[in-house]
């Protein structure tokens, strides 16, 4: 079970309105990009394309921004 399902369950478990199907869709493809951006800026610093994985590094810290912000927005809509 990936982390993400394991907080959908504890949400719904705790009686809290739950995730829409859209909302929990819009949270995985931020994680995914999280991730994507992580593993290219790995394969960037392999060929040591200083200027690349800059530009890289940038994209995964607003790609980390963007999913901290979703899954926030989307937690405190829940409790609400």
């Known amino acids: 079970m990936t982390e993400f399902c394991f907080h959908l369950e504890m949400i719904t478990r705790q009686g809290k309105t739950h995730v829409n199907r859209q909302e929990s869709a819009a949270l995985n493809m931020a994680k995914f990009i999280r991730a994507q951006t992580l593993l290219l800026l790995e394969k960037i610093d392999q060929l040591d394309l200083d200027d690349e994985a800059t530009d890289c590094e940038k994209l995964h810290e607003q790609a980390e921004k963007l999913y901290q912000?979703?899954?926030?927005?989307?937690?405190?809509?829940?409790?609400?």
């Open 69 to 80: 912000k979703l899954q926030a927005r989307l937690d405190s809509d829940i409790t609400q």
